[in-house]
């Protein structure tokens, strides 16, 4: 498979980044029975379902066009983007400005789009799913899973790389090495320009896609935040499926990686993240963000302490 020419790379180089790719076709099997009939990017956090974060992430961050891939079922996240007459309406007449400002907010993000994934056949798949709302652009990938914590500047901080430098971007976090076969990880040599935000810049030399423990080329794990060349598109065409049958985004980038031509930067982040994925780390996310919350958290952070010194949480446990 020829890699991408000098003259390709170059050509989008200085492009700015605009659109946003958020995949949204995944089954929530972890989340059932909850996710049956309710998209598991619309579980709550707090009181604003879970891709709404992310959403609001790439629209501070200037991307005010995003292309949600979803599915069959999916039907409830392309409605929550869009305006609701009759609720906002109902609101208006009980004069309830707040809520109706929530509400109008939600819909004035940026501009959604909605492309559907006919078969859960991988990140990868997904993303060439966005393919023709892209274009020969240069774009941003943020999962629905990972949310980044307020205030933090990684989004920016890789586009603000992939200005400089140009080529892709991943966000790289380093983790346990009993870990390492949950992500995708990244083999780096560090480069001279240092301190993306708070973040340090490496080149990623190679990926290997949820590797074992002894064969791990670092602790470096790629989390759900890239910024991509559209020379991605071509080789996600014609990347085979990879580990689990699907398409593997890592094996695109790792190709990509191998060429001169076409650089692949990592962001190490060292800031807030939350996987909402899995139970536990949801539940842990909601706790966390409810606590910081003007509104909530210092009555929640009283019964929360409370119910810790209680001793009911060791006698459920």
Known sequence: MNAPTPTAARSTASATVTKAVIPAAGLGTRFLPATKATPKEMLPVVDRPAIQ???????????????????????????????????????????????????????????????????????????????????????????????????????????????????????????????????????????????????????????????????????????????????????????PPGHGGEIQLTDALRELAASEDHPVHGVVFSGRRYDTGDRASYLRTVVELACERPDLGSDFRRWLTDFVRSGRVAAHG
């Open 53 to 239: 974060y992310v959403v609001e992430e790439a629209s501070s961050a200037g991307l005010d066009d995003v292309l949600l891939v979803t599915a069959r079922g999916k039907r409830a996240v392309e409605d929550h983007f869009d305006s609701d007459t009759a609720l906002e309406h109902a609101l208006a007449a009980k004069g309830d400005t707040e809520r109706l400002a929530a509400v109008r907010g939600v819909t004035g993000l940026a501009r959604i789009h909605h492309v559907r994934q006919g078969a859960p056949l991988g990140l990868g798949h997904a993303v060439l799913c966005a393919r023709d709302h892209v274009g020969d652009e240069p774009f941003a990938v943020l999962l629905g899973d990972d949310l980044i914590g307020p205030g933090e500047t990684l989004l920016t901080d890789m586009l603000r790389v992939r200005a400089r430098h140009g080529g892709s971007v991943v966000a790289l976090m380093e983790v346990e090495p009993d870990r390492t076969h949950l992500y995708g990880c990244a083999a780096v040599k560090p480069v001279e320009y240092i301190g993306a935000g708070d973040g340090t810049l490496v080149r990623v030399s190679d990926l290997v896609e949820k590797p074992a423990r002894d064969v791990a080329p670092s602790g470096y794990a790629v989390i759900g935040r890239y910024v991509l060349d559209p020379a991605v598109f071509d080789v996600l065409a014609a990347t």
